[in-house]
DNA sequence: TTGTAAGCGTTATCAA
DNA sequence: TTGATAACGCTTACAA
């Protein structure tokens, strides 16, 4: 018993009609009769037929798939909860139309660029998803050039030819430095992801302009790549200064864990002696000792209203305006008031045990599209 | 300037062949002269011509695409480091062979039966992987009746009408046990995954036996989710037993690291009073404060291998013998001997400061084919 | 060695 | 409202 050898040939015939009858009543057209439909989609199901993709692909021109191509090493590829939940996110909306997701895992951005022409020379792919835009990005112009529907994911730079679908990182950023001055702090640090990326930068200039607005001098900041490695080198770097910040801001989870890590290893007590402050809210940063306080942003949510996004612009069509939640800023127990210097002898810090009730306080929100 | 309207019939009219002449030529196929076929290619050349995969897809009725589909919930996706290091490699071999990777990602069983199912009826994929397999899996059968190539990842119970690429992770476990024996630990718990998939019941086992081999009895063991919510959990329970272990085997780092700061935030030194060991040592476990003893297994060649084998499945050809290199025990900060309840007034260990030198035991290696 | 022609399974055009 | 018929871009017998 095969699956599908069955064309629309077959169906016609049995159905007695055309195939151009059958395709009419398959795509609920116009040009055919009720029960001329009936009979057809009734025969259609008998004999277990589905359009062939292959052949309607090769019709209409289309790939009905869409491609995501990842620059990353595994290493920083697997340690980020990000792509998994955009993934997800973006599934459910192209599962839905029908569509299909390429994805495409490549180490440097030569051959990143090789991916994208090949992926359009083939046809495999309708649109494409852009991540980790960079500040001076040449993949839109290429894009662009190969004439591909491209959505950019996360903060673009604005007025580009292109259509962008991002929750804004920075009220985030802002909120974590609002809660550490609250706290008392005044020499807050940040560790930022390469400046060569856009959403690096926008997080370091959220943190700068925080600072300054709460009236202080910005603390040291130090550019790292977002992986454990470097995040612990730049938090051994802040603690060898001459004046130490009392608190760090990451741009990402896995970056203040291990600088979380590095200062305890050093004898530096979290939060009683450095406050600690990540983004992404990892699915381990509420499991750790202290709990993690954080940036969540609602990903899959992400994915879905990008994926919307590039259909329509496949499509063609206005895309709707979508609200994508707000970041919620996530307070746990990696902040405190500062200049705690006590206590040396308290083990493992039990008055911070469970993660126990977190206090939230959400941000605001960003949603750029295409004018 | 568009990019590719050229077809097989541009080249062969300025090359002034025929366009059977061109494609024999492309597939460097006997049947065409030297000097036609040079002459053909650069035409092709000149004119940016690549062939459709649309049109070439249709004709031999071939996706050149394959599929992996995943059933994990954004979390438990983002925090497991495994995809994104096979995917990676995978795609080495896919890319260089023409073939592309379409990702699914679903939430529950039912609706990855339906994923595998549209992609057979739709013609997207000529083969898939297939990953977390179950003791009683519905799958391989259903992915037979689809008449689909499928390549089972990691280890799968022998005998079934399958093929099997993995490495074995049992190795690893009984390193890990007998490198807790070796220690003086006698206490040895193991906090394992669902008991329903191939890979913890392996685990588990690898663990029960490597203690019975030393002479001791088995310790506790509870079956968790791989989630860091639930590694806390059975972590708690195992330090609430009358005699609670002084060594924990966790089925994966996540597990594990959660596990250790449930331990530390309970006052629980780690490793003085508890060793602690995971599993697939995640990016970030070598910069955790102790650093994690784990076991580490290349998923990146792994991934090779698979994607060598499941192309070898569709082109009906054996598949080479792949040496899939043995995995390594990782021996960092997180194991000691067992018994040293004192000191419980230093902060932060600090005598296990920088990860420093890492010592490595290797394991052995596991690699099963269909036969 | 080369060219012709028939598929592959759709959708689109255009008479009837 | 229908039903031939021609694309779509490629591969591949088969004939020249």
């Given at each position: 018993?095969?699956?599908t ?7 016609a ?19 055919v ?14 004999l ?24 990353r090493?595994?290493?920083?590829l ?11 996110g ?5 599962s839905?139309r029908?569509?299909?997701?390429m ?26 998803f ?19 529907p ?25 909120a ?15 560790v ?16 700068a ?11 040291p ?21 001459a004046?130490?910040p009392?608190a760090?801001v990451y ?21 009683a002696q ?15 000792q ?27 069509v206005a895309?709707?305006?979508i ?31 469970a ?9 605001s ?7």
């Amino acid at each position: 018993m095969v699956t599908t050898p069955t064309t629309i040939t077959d169906v016609a015939r049995v159905a007695g009609v055309s195939k151009a009858a059958v395709s009419f009543a398959l795509n609920g057209r116009p040009g055919v009769a009720a029960d001329t439909r009936e009979r057809i989609l009734a025969v259609a199901r008998d004999l277990g037929w589905t359009p062939s993709l292959r052949g309607r692909s090769l019709s209409v021109s289309r790939a009905l798939a869409v491609g995501l191509v990842i620059a990353r090493t595994p290493e920083t590829l697997g340690a980020d909860p990000f792509f998994g939940a955009f993934i997800s996110g973006s599934e459910t909306v192209l599962s839905e139309r029908g569509y299909a997701l390429m994805l495409q895992v490549v180490s440097d951005e030569a051959s990143e660029h090789e991916s994208y022409r090949r992926l359009a020379a083939n046809g495999r792919v309708d649109g494409v998803f852009l991540t980790d835009m960079r500040v001076d990005d040449l993949r839109p112009q290429l894009l662009a050039d190969l004439a591909l529907p491209t959505v950019v994911i996360g903060p673009a730079p604005a007025g580009g030819p292109w259509s962008a679908v991002g929750i804004d990182d920075q009220p985030g950023i802002v909120a974590a430095v609002e809660h550490l001055v609250a706290l008392g702090h005044r020499n807050i640090a940040h560790v930022s992801g390469p400046t060569e990326f856009v959403h690096s930068v926008s997080r370091r200039d959220a943190w700068a302009v925080a600072i300054s607005e709460a009236g202080l001098l910005p603390g040291p900041c130090i550019a790292a790549d977002f992986s454990a490695q470097d995040g612990a080198n730049a938090t051994s770097a802040l603690l060898d200064l001459a004046e130490p910040p009392t608190a760090i801001v990451y741009a990402n989870d896995l970056m203040a864990i291990a600088g979380m890590s590095t200062a305890i290893g050093r004898g530096v007590e979290v939060p009683a002696q450095l406050s600690i402050t990540g983004f992404d809210d990892a699915p381990l940063s509420a499991h750790l000792q202290p709990a993690l306080t954080t940036v969540r942003t609602d990903v899959v949510g992400w994915g879905r209203a990008a994926a919307i996004q590039l259909l329509a612009l496949i499509d063609q069509v206005a895309g709707p305006e979508i609200d994508l939640p707000a970041p919620e800023f996530v307070i746990r127990a990696s902040t405190a008031p500062p200049g705690h210097p006590g206590d040396p002898g308290d083990p493992g810090h039990p008055g911070h045990g469970a993660p126990s009730k977190e206090r939230r306080g959400s941000a605001s929100i960003l949603h750029r599209k295409k004018s």
